[in-house]
């Protein structure tokens, strides 16, 4: 198993040093062959090197790698977000990652901010990765002036849309789950909500067993918090996807909780919490790790390692049913304190 680590930003460099002595103790309890490679990459280097990475980096990473593991991206100091679009987008578009798979599922109850939380909430987000409103289509006219024009052009392709929903349905037959939902803005945004609408009844078609309709997001946001425990795969573009994951993440127990899978199925995969570089807390000893640490368990999972992605989980949920949590979870423990303690815990169990 080859991995390349990549810290970034904020608190990004905190999560993923504990991601990383968790790989490395899962690995060595189930005797996987672990090479685990630092890559320096973010703000600091692109400030440095007024290059955030070289083609030859980009291509390296995909090529010689199974996959990466990324903590975050922003920095103030790239008020232009130059390095988080070469980094982050330019390998999700280079690499065709267009699968972002991001689970949500409440582990412990107590976590959720909700009243009446439902032990059962658990979606799983497919969404799409290399599309709509992020292609970069469209450009300013008149800039700095009282008669600015900009424009941000969706884009959507037939090709994209198949593949993503397909790749929602593909997992709910494959995971036993009962139910697909299709997040759009189609009464609004009429010419890709009618591409969206036909190519998932298109796809559905071929999995009648499983139970299949759409909401609009607005609504869908709305019901993400008074019902989440109605959903459990949702299918939706780039937008969507992002705000609506945040939203899941919180309402099942926090962001700093929440992984992400960027996926080309069978290929290559980068890996990163749902969170950004929380630039609130940076330094300060006291970011969850735990997203960083559940995107070990989707590598384990993407490279047919179950049984290590399996005790990823158990270590997650153990952490927190012992309350040896940071403080955004209610505990008082630090980000390298919660490492620390499920190091001991894998290794207690070899
Ligand atoms: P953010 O996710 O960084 O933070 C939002 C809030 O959640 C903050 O209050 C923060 O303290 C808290 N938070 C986030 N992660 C946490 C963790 N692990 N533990 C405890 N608390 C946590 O979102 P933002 O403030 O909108 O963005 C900050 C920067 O990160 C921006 O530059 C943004 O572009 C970037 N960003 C990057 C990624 C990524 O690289 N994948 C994702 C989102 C945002
Ligand atoms: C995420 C982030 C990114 C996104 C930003 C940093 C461009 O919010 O991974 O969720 O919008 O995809
Ligand atoms: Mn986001």
New binding site residues.
Partial sequence: MKLAAIG?????PE?VAVAAAVLSAAAERHAIDLTLDWWDLGADRYLRDGIAITDEERDRLIRDYDAAL???????RVPD?AH?RDI?LGLRFHADLYVNFRPCRLLVPALSPLRDPHPDTDIVFFRENTEGLYVGLGGNFKSGTTEEVAIQESLNTYRGVERIVRAAFEHAAATGRERVTLVDKANALVHEGALWRRVFAEVGGGFPQIAQDAMYVDAMAMDLVRRPECYQVVVTSNLFGDILS?LAAQVTG???LAPSGNINPGKWALF??????????AGRG???????VGCVGLAFTHLGMHDAAADIDGCITTSIREGVT?P?LGGSATTRGVGEWMVAWLAARR
């Fill in positions: 970034g930003d904020g608190i990004g999560v990324l903590g975050a991206l922003g920095d103030a977000h988080i982050l945040d926090g962001l700093g990163e919490p749902v969170h950004g570089s929380a630039p609130d807390i006291i970011a969850n790790p735990l997203g960083a940071t955004d």
